[in-house]
């Protein structure tokens, strides 16, 4: 499903309704650019050094596309899953560079830039959030209110004359029956806003003001038995343009609030991302990021790294996301052999009714909805997998680790050692050179080569 301005509050309301009962949660992104100019990656890398780079990257580019998959289980070991693929474009505040050789792999895979300029589904940060809460819901003061007043002769004279206006329509017994109003005309906002306050001062809760077509203001008697009506038609307008002007930034909050399972393939860069452009700055301090990305989401998943695994018996000697799906999801249709699933019966997944042209042959790679939801039939096969291979091991040590905070119908049986990592916020840094662990650790060394 894609996403734009156009109908995000309509399918933001479904993502919202569908987030807290669905099992987890997979997410990609596609950016304007991914490769930096400076000193390149080496195997030789902490992890700061090697994030260092990377938030270079991800402070200087920004995001096209924000895709969210999610999947439901539906019973009888079926998955049921609803992926959205959001176009998202900053605002006026901030400056967009792009990538020559990032556009055009992008021109390539069919990527609508039409869309993404036009209808981009703009987006603030953490620290604009308080800014629009402030301007919107200003906390309130035990200080008196100031008002402006005015000095200047002619001003005074604009004012008054707008006040006489409204006092002769107050004056009509019949201005409420007649739906009489007055349009006010002032000369510059700076008058306007001194209108607001006189009609606040001298009629409180006895007018409605409202803006016409022309931006011209306009004032009618409130009736006083629809008082209530209109003052909550006005909550509901203010929300909806609080809402408006946080944009992309709900979704953002949305899966903050939900703390579901997260699921990416190589994600790191995605949760950079991410973290850079819908939360704040990204620290300096690897352990910051890292601490403060974990009390976010506490579980993260990575299908890069679980395939390095090889967690069904067979080594995949290409682990980017179209083989690994392939793997998981054709060939193991095609192909009933010892090592591979067999004929996917334990585990099936289906589109949601709500989305067309994601399945069969219609494949959509580097687009981020269609990316987000290969990743997650990855994942669920990956899962399904660990559970099968723990179904047959007797070792007493096995434990059982549910991934979902719903249901328990799903679960990542972890294996001894390395699948145990895997299922718990291990994730690939630059492509699957190394992996690093997302939950804060005691551990000295805390990154490893694959």
């Known amino acids: 499903m894609d996403v734009n301005k156009d109908n995000f509050a309509e399918a933001f309301n479904k993502f919202e309704s569908l987030l807290p009962t669905c099992k987890f949660v997979s997410f990609d992104e596609e950016m304007t650019g991914i490769f930096s100019t400076g000193e390149g990656m080496k195997r030789d890398d902490n992890a700061q050094a090697r994030y260092t780079k990377m938030i270079e990257v991800a402070t200087k580019y920004g995001i096209i596309q924000f895709g969210v ?21 900053p605002n006026s505040g901030s400056d967009l560079v792009m990538s020559p050789s990032a556009i055009d792999f992008l021109r390539k895979n069919n990527m609508d830039f039409a869309q993404w300029i036009s209808k981009g ?8 959030e308080e800014k629009l809460r402030n301007k919107f819901y200003p906390p309130e003061s035990d200080e008196p209110k100031k008002y402006i007043v005015l000095t200047r002769t002619s001003d005074i004279e604009i004012i008054e004359k707008c006040m006489e206006d409204v006092k002769a329509l107050m ?9 009489t109003s007055c349009i006010l005309q002032p000369n510059n906002s700076y008058l306007r806003r001194v209108i607001y306050e006189q009609l606040e001062i001298r009629y409180p809760n ?25 003052e909550e038609k006005k909550r509901i307008e203010k929300e909806k343009q609080f809402h408006d002007a946080l944009g992309f930034r709900r979704v953002y909050n949305a899966l903050i609030s939900a703390k579901k399972p997260i699921v990416g393939h190589n994600l790191f860069f995605d949760l950079l991302f991410m973290y850079r452009w819908l939360d704040s700055a990204l620290p300096a301090d690897f ?36 083989k690994c799906y392939e793997h998981y999801m054709k060939n193991n249709t095609e192909n009933n052999t010892e090592n591979n ?88 840094i630059n492509r699957n050179l190394y992996y690093c662990l997302l939950y804060t650790s005691d551990a000295a060394d805390d990154m490893q080569c694959v």
């Open 287 to 322: 352990e910051l990021f890292r601490q403060d990305l974990h009390s976010k989401f506490p579980w993260i998943y990575d299908t890069k790294y679980i395939t390095s695994l090889n967690v069904d018996g067979t080594k995949i000697p290409d682990t980017c996301l179209q």
């Open 69 to 89: 998959c999610l999947f439901h289980d539906t019973g009888e070991g079926e998955l049921t899953t609803t992926p959205f693929n959001f176009y998202v474009f």
């Open 206 to 230: 006895q007018v409605n003001v409202d803006k016409n077509e022309h931006g011209h203001i306009v004032v009618t008697k409130i009736d006083p038995s629809k008082q209530f009506e209109i």
């Open 121 to 128: 589904i703009t987006f603030v940060d953490k620290a604009g």
């Open 341 to 428: 699933i067999e004929n996917n019966k334990e585990i099936q997944i289906k589109m949601s009714d709500l989305v067309v042209g994601y399945e069969g042959d219609n494949a959509q790679y580097h687009n981020a909805g269609y990316d987000a939801y290969t990743t997650g039939c990855v994942f669920a096969k990956q899962i399904y997998h660990i559970q099968q291979q723990n179904t047959t091991t007797t070792s007493s040590t096995t434990t059982t680790t549910s991934i979902s905070t719903n249901s328990s119908s799903i679960y990542a049986n972890t294996l001894p050692s390395t699948v145990e990592t895997a299922c718990g916020n291990t994730i690939c």
């Open 171 to 179: 004056d009509d017994e019949k201005a409420i029956e007649n739906a």
